[in-house]
């Protein structure tokens, strides 16, 4: 059973930082594709950032240059840096894993991010 539990959310001030964290069981992690999503209130769910086993990244426009995803494959961890918060980055973030399906089949339940200004 693989289990995500993510932490580190909070409120911060426009312009802020804050660091996230999902903690992983259950799962071969170093071989797993890992992404953190967000959804803000009445919006649908949408991808943020994604490291794959090796260490490759990607990450969707709206947070290019502003947050960093990484992992910490002996902590069975995977961060997202957030920096220069936008009022719009309020959302819940949710930390994703593939599990060896071709799809994100694996969802914590979610950390609250509130940035205000």
């Known amino acids: 059973q693989v289990q995500l539990v993510e932490s580190g959310g909070g409120l911060v001030q426009a312009g802020g930082s804050l660091r996230l964290s999902c903690a992983a069981s259950?799962?071969?992690?170093?071989?797993?594709?890992m992404a953190w999503f967000r959804q803000a209130p009445g919006k649908q769910r949408e991808w943020v950032a994604a490291?794959?086993?090796?260490?490759?990244?990607n990450y969707a426009d709206f947070v290019k240059g502003r947050f960093t995803i990484s992992r910490e494959n002996a902590k069975n961890t995977v961060y997202l840096q957030m920096n220069s918060l936008k009022l719009e980055d309020t959302a819940v973030y949710y930390c994703?894993?593939?599990?060896?399906?071709?799809?994100?089949?694996?969802w914590g339940r979610g950390t609250q991010v509130t940035v205000s200004s």
């Open positions: 994703a894993a593939k599990g060896g399906a071709g799809f994100y089949a694996y």
């Open positions: 259950g799962t071969i992690f170093s071989s797993d594709t």
């Open positions: 490291v794959t086993s090796d260490g490759f990244t």
